[in-house]
């Protein structure tokens, strides 16, 4: 039987056996090993019994972790109506699109580094592909470690990490159904079911979820399916086996993006404008799953081990009639000053990645002198396999952004499948939380990290090792303030050179960044919390050069500001900011075009406010509003063009009641309200791409928990 098979065997049981319970009741928190991870919030109350492992190995309150880290929860995911991590991301200042196409993979950058699908992105702790839309109904939490994470994480963009924290069991049963529509016709249905079983050693956590898929652009339809399971076994008191495993399967017309008129100005299009609408632009199909494991035993009060581990599978298909330029022969990037553009056939067909992990780590604590120490001392491992075939990329017509034209296909496939790239990553790490003094802790770790890359067979296999360094002091003079300062170094994998440079598909070696980060952080009272970073963040600095060829020389550098605050000001009033200040500069390339620019697709600022108020006449019932802005963007690394700056409100209530023994709440979301036209993502890859944010967009749901 196929792993595949095999978990949806397992959540078939696991099903019929949820619903033969009959005491139905509400949430409870999940089995105690992941109960911390599950807890903390980024818009919510409660701050300071706030707690998150993502920036190193010893869980502790956000308060006097030495980082900057946001967490959104699944109570605050149903409140929003957040189905995907586009979603999530606005509401974190320091987070950006970057080449967000609607029907691909989400990508984002974070404090202006974009991050890499390969290494960014975690489940549990551990690597997974961010290729597709990462399914978030079997997520607890979305956990942002914003700055270098090359001590927790080895390889990883200098921007930081994402990482997805699966749902557990529930102590008691948990029956919950969701069903959401929006005005585009997008349609979800959702089941999530936990609990434990007759024998409460072992239990259960399942969710379903079928969607229809409905863009604000128009053509750009889909659909998705998705399915998931976790399993906990108490083997005894200090033993502890967990299990999950998921499948999803989408398909959806991708979008691309517009370019400038004549490489200068902006189109005057509206925002559901389609430009792939060739009868011959089929869907993108990906299929992504997951089985992961965890082992835990704790040896006594102050002793653990875990053992993890978690492979993924990525499978995707990709047809796309694809818009380039202004003269198939010059390839000009940018549109005609008609309208007109070249329309590309781009065939991918049998795209795989299979990327493993396995993480084992002992931890614990113990005194020496007056000194108490939290240690983490640990071993990774990660590999993985790229195959894709020779794609299609062939001039087909000519089409135009005001009057569509229908050209013909070249009937041309992608070449045979075969392994193009495989990575292996070996890691050592050590981390000791030394608290010095009762107000002074400092937080000393290293990571020694063995990389190893093959690829296509023109270029030579690289195996290379670094250290990666990580210190930070903690000054707390009292129990709800502390300050931090921190100095690290990160490892990325060497950018991918893009499509028609001379070097394309081709990696470059790993590169090394540095980060100094100063901080500040307070839980003014129960309920409400601030914090406030300034960092300056160093890495290698890669483009596409005057002779076409994808390089890394010269240098970036991101200095900024992030400002957060969230929790009550009254009862009834709950507030969440959040901000960001950037300054990006490229230099020591050696070109004037270059030199003292900005970075593209990053604003100088972006903020975020949201607003949440219970009204006390009545029971149940939630307003709220949301206001994003974003400043002006370069365009080109040459910063010739800016994008213009933007900002959107969105409006929504919830209110919640009882319909029998069934609790039941209903939310609306108006999104962009004021249906403002803006561009969102303007992404320099191939001569520059942009994409407009959504119209104004209502969308409805219903959750019944029995």
């Not at 559901?272 to 632009?281: A, G, I, V």
């Not at 499948?417 to 070996?426: A, N």
Request: with cysteine; proline share 5%.
């Amino acid at each position: 039987m196929s792993a595949r098979n095999l978990a949806v065997s397992t959540i078939a049981l696991a099903v019929s056996q949820a619903f033969a319970v009959s005491a139905f009741a509400e949430d409870a928190p999940a089995a105690p090993a992941e109960a911390t991870m599950a807890d903390v919030v980024v818009i919510t109350g409660k701050t300071g019994a706030q707690g998150a492992s993502v920036a190193g190995f010893t869980d502790m309150p956000l308060l006097n972790t030495p980082a900057s880290v946001t967490v959104l929860n699944r109570e605050k995911m149903q409140e929003l109506n957040i189905r995907s991590t586009t979603d999530a991301a606005k509401f974190d200042a320091s987070i950006s699109d970057a080449y967000n196409a609607v029907g691909y993979a989400e990508q984002f950058s974070i404090r202006g580094f974009n991050l890499d699908n390969g290494s960014s992105y975690r489940k549990d702790g551990l690597i997974i592909p961010g290729d597709t839309q990462i399914p978030l109904e079997n997520k607890e939490s979305i956990e942002v470690l914003k700055g270098l994470a090359g001590l927790q994480a080895g390889m990883a963009t200098p921007g930081g990490i994402i990482n997805y924290v699966t749902k557990r069991p529930t102590a008691t049963p948990l029956r919950s159904v969701t069903i959401e529509a929006s005005e585009r016709g997008t349609l979800l249905g959702a089941v999530d079911v936990g609990g434990r079983f007759e024998d409460r050693r072992f239990g259960y956590r399942v969710n379903v979820a079928s969607e229809r898929l409905r863009s604000y652009v128009k053509g750009a339809d889909g659909h998705r399916n998705f399915v998931s399971g976790a399993f906990d076994w108490q083997i005894s008191p200090q033993a502890l086996l967990q299990l999950d495993a998921d499948y999803q399967k989408k398909s959806q017309v991708s979008v691309p993006g517009f370019q400038l008129i004549d490489n200068q100005t902006l189109p005057n299009i509206p925002a559901d404008t389609m430009l792939n609408n060739q009868p011959w632009s089929y869907p993108v199909q990906t299929e992504s799953s997951n089985i992961g494991a965890r082992f835990t035993y704790q040896f006594n009060q102050n002793w653990n081990a875990t053992v993890s581990a978690n492979s993924h599978s990525f499978k995707r298909d990709d047809y796309t009639a694809f818009p380039y330029g202004c003269g198939a022969q010059n390839l000009y990037p940018g549109f005609c000053s008609n309208g007109d553009y070249d329309v590309y056939d781009y065939v991918s067909l049998g795209e795989r990645k299979k990327p493993q992990s396995v993480q084992a780590m002992v931890q614990g604590k113990f005194a020496t002198g007056g000194v108490k120490h939290a240690v983490t001392a640990g071993y990774s491992f990660f590999r993985n396999s790229e195959k894709w075939g020779d794609d299609v990329y062939e001039y087909a017509g000519t089409s135009n952004i005001y009057h569509p034209v229908v050209v013909q296909p070249t009937g041309l496939t992608s070449g045979p499948v075969t392994e193009r790239r495989s990575d292996r990553e070996r890691a050592v790490f050590f981390q000791d939380v030394a608290s010095l003094t009762d107000q002074l802790t400092l937080h000393a770790g290293a990571r020694h990290t063995q990389v190893e890359r093959n690829q296509l067979a023109a270029v030579a296999p690289t195996d290379e090792s670094f250290w990666l360094p990580n210190v930070s002091l903690v000054f707390a003079p009292r129990a709800n303030v502390s300050a931090y300062a921190s100095w690290a170094e990160g490892l990325e994998r060497g950018g991918i050179a893009p499509k028609l440079t001379n070097n394309q598909k081709q990696a470059l070696s790993p590169s090394l960044s540095k980060q100094i980060e100063l901080g500040v952080k307070a839980d003014l009272y129960k309920d409400l919390s601030l914090a406030m970073a300034v960092f300056q963040i160093r890495k290698g600095l890669e483009y596409t050069d005057a002779g076409n060829t994808y390089v890394r020389n010269g240098r970036a550098e991101h200095r900024g500001l992030e400002l957060s605050a969230q929790g009550h000001l009254t009862p009834d009033l709950m507030l969440a900011f959040s901000a960001m200040a950037l300054n990006t500069e490229q230099s020591g390339t050696g070109q004037a075009s270059l030199d003292g620019k900005r970075v593209t697709n990053v604003p100088k600022f972006k903020s975020s406010l949201y607003a949440e108020y219970a009204v006390p006449q009545v029971a149940g019932l939630k307003v709220n509003a949301n206001w994003q802005h974003a400043g002006k963007k370069a365009f080109d690394p040459e910063n010739t063009f800016f994008v213009p700056s933007y900002s959107t409100l969105n409006l929504g209530a919830s209110y919640a009641t009882k319909i029998g023994a069934t609790a039941a709440t209903f939310r609306a979301q108006v999104y962009n309200a004021t249906d403002k036209f803006y561009w969102r993502d303007a992404t320099p890859d191939l001569g520059g791409y942009l994409f407009p944010g959504a119209e104004r967009t209502v969308k409805l749901s219903a959750q019944f928990d029995f």
